[in-house]
């Protein structure tokens, strides 16, 4: 198959119509012109002039045989996967993953790189447009065939701007125009910019297990604490784009100072950092040998990875802080189950898969704190889409809006 | 004006095309034409179809001039506000408060009867049928001219069937059909239950203090504490109905034992019980002389509403109370605030108005707690629209069902 698209300088733009043909194929992979029209409830005439234009274009792709009715064999319809392609970008504190993807959100290419978004937006996007671009020189990819490319950064965005608000780890990033600079290099993309965590819910609701899920959360326990928001199966980003950020609930009105000058906050309690610190101070107080001699090999310091290990090798201190981490996690949850009512609850990030002990003691609190109602079909569990759910949230976000999917009126 | 619609016996149905327009002239009351084809992109001929079967069902009027822009003035389109009605039924613990509206939503008459929901639903809800049948009779109203009736809760709402679902204030109440119940008498009427706060929040929508906000709160404050949640200007109801049910978050880790059997519930530590009881405590150890007084006057038992009382006679003991309710309020608030980062948040209920005290000690918490983005354009105040809040929600509610409002992409 030969990309029509090859030569284009600038996307193909299709109309509010044409999109609901294309959302309609994005959810069910291949449908007959026949259901297209009864689906939609448009006239034959209008399906066919639809459909004609969609195929014209480049869009779309009549091939094979679908189930007869009695008549002929009907031909079905898919998306031309390979009329352009996708970026993903997720960019993290101290390193970068991207993507490239066909049309029907199939990775074609991946590659993650370190970097450190404290060197500012220009030095470290320069180096995501070297990257992409050498990835799709890499895929016989020319830069004017990537049609839609979508960013994840670890800060509050305003997405209808696509701009950085008030980043806590993202110095000099505010209000920087990212959808700008990677047109610059890739003209012919639809650039669109969220939160790390929100393109997380986006990837877990794509390709993950909130595929039917109309209303989850998607929790990342990291270095800090972010929550995604799926409400009727629309990424919920508040009235500033800050919806989720929940890392600063108080967790314990008796807990130590934060960072934002706020006293026990969930993320100062629960997080990465803390449970390093925790595990210092029980290796200091001698209530683990095995921390302890970990402690030393590192040169007098334990990472959160450390305390898994110690925590698999069945190390009593170690689960207690997983424990305790998993409780205030839990607690705080409960007060938002109660709240927004998810069927659905994801656990993700690089602290959550500590042997299910984190996960374990996360449900027993929301169990014992949250009403019945609100936990009686409640399912908690690891998000299901491995490390490369932000990658693949980006490209879906992009591809959701290169088809208006985020538009549930465009028609 | 004569009421087309006296003697039909089943409801004018609307197509969805039809509700487009219908939609429209419920936000703008009225349009021309040539307006309803620029706004919906519909042509000339098809708009003039659309509209000359609304008019001829008797739903649309064309009435007085619009502007010219050049040739003859316009006509212009409002809705039929005679055709039909529209009943609200707000249902609380002790009393009912029933209305009925125009198909603008212009309130024609409205009562309110003590009653008691512990009797069941059979009793209660005959009760509401014989107060609206009187109330309809008393405006020359047929049964047959409700078109729709919308019934406001105290309780979770299984809101697609219609049903309360575990109400611990409504005993034998579970599952009972109470669309089926009034659609007995009311035979042309769409009949749409919702939880009471969730009705609130539609009113303060519809006609208070959020007509152009997309994400806000609406929080009652009295016997219990409940929260209304508006999401993209949708009502989030949560996968179970029970969204927005926060009276059983954890307010003190330390606090007294909930009759849910958990610990610190913001319901037990401060809503309207809480305050009297403390009051109580307050009078019997002799801190406010004039509690005490109140309290004996009273056979030995204090209200809420002597505390508001005593509070404007600017009783020291009364008003720390009710501060420390506030700040617990809003404790909570600031970590809802900070996942779900409304613009505003509206308090209602009878605890509410306790002259300004509640409401500031709330603001001065949640300022305290959130996050500086999330508070950032955050606006606190009281709801705009009055004890009538909750029929007018409910009526709201109906209609909006009527006129498939609640279904953005129903054309």
Redesign the interface.
Known sequence: MISKQGTLSAPVLISPTEAVVMRLLRNQKQVSRVEVSEITGWSRAKTSQVVNNLVEKGYLQEHGDGMSRGGRKPRLLRINGLLGYIAGIDIGATSVEIAISDLNGTIIGIVAEPSDVRKGPEDFLNDCTRILLRLATAHNIHPGQILGIGVGVPG?VDFSRGVV??PPLMPGWEAFPIRAFFQKSFFSAFVVVDNDVNIMAVGEQRSGGAENV??FLLIKVGTGIG?G?M??R?I???????????G???A??NGPICR?G?RGCLEAMAAGPAIAEKAMQAAREGKSALLNSLMDKNGGVLTPEDVNYACREGDEASLEIIRASGKMIG??L???I??????HVFITGGIANFGNYLLIAIKRAVL??S????T??LDISFSQTGPTIGVIGAISLALDHLFMVDD??G?
């Open positions: 509050p608000v008030a109309d209303h929550c928001i409400a009727n629309r919920h980003r508040g009235s500033d784009g800050s919806a989720g950020d929940i600063h609930i108080c314990d009105q934002c706020n607690d705080v409960a007060g938002l109660n709240f927004f009512n998810p069927s014992r704190r009403l019945p109602l609100a009686a079909h549930p009126c028609n």
